[in-house]
């Protein structure tokens, strides 16, 4: 079992940068498939990016790509989003996930363990 925490989360303003972490604890992260989700008000969780080590495979979402990367730190036990050129539509809590099994999927529910969520703010 692994509990995951993110951070890093606040208000900018749009173009600025912003780097979000999430740290695993209660096992090594390093090979579980690790996804980010964001939830903006009034909105369904909506799938932001993954990675897969062990099939050596990120992707993302076409809002993001080309301005957001994911970054994965084996001795931290911890995994980064990094955030560039952020819009106001990027506003939202956003949410790391594990699965312990190499997953490529964009499904909430595919994902067993989640963090609590990190708000983003990003003003106009």
């Known amino acids: 079992q692994v509990q995951l925490a993110e951070s890093g989360g606040r208000l900018v303003q749009a173009g600025d940068s912003l780097r979000l972490s999430c740290t695993a604890s209660?096992?090594?992260?390093?090979?579980?498939?690790l996804v980010w989700f964001r939830q903006a008000p009034g909105k369904g969780r909506e799938f932001v990016g993954l990675s897969v080590r062990s099939v050596n495979t990120t992707a993302y979402a076409d809002s993001v790509k080309g301005r957001f990367n994911i970054a994965r730190d084996n001795a931290k036990n911890s995994a980064y989003l990094q955030m560039n050129s952020l819009k106001p539509e990027d506003t939202a809590i956003y949410y790391c996930?594990?699965?312990?099994?190499?997953?490529?999927?964009?499904?909430?529910?595919?994902?067993?363990?989640w963090g609590q969520g990190t708000q983003v703010t990003v003003s106009s």
């Open positions: 209660g096992d090594t992260f390093s090979s579980y498939s």
């Open positions: 996930a594990a699965h312990p099994t190499a997953l490529l999927s964009p499904r909430t529910d595919s994902y067993r363990y």
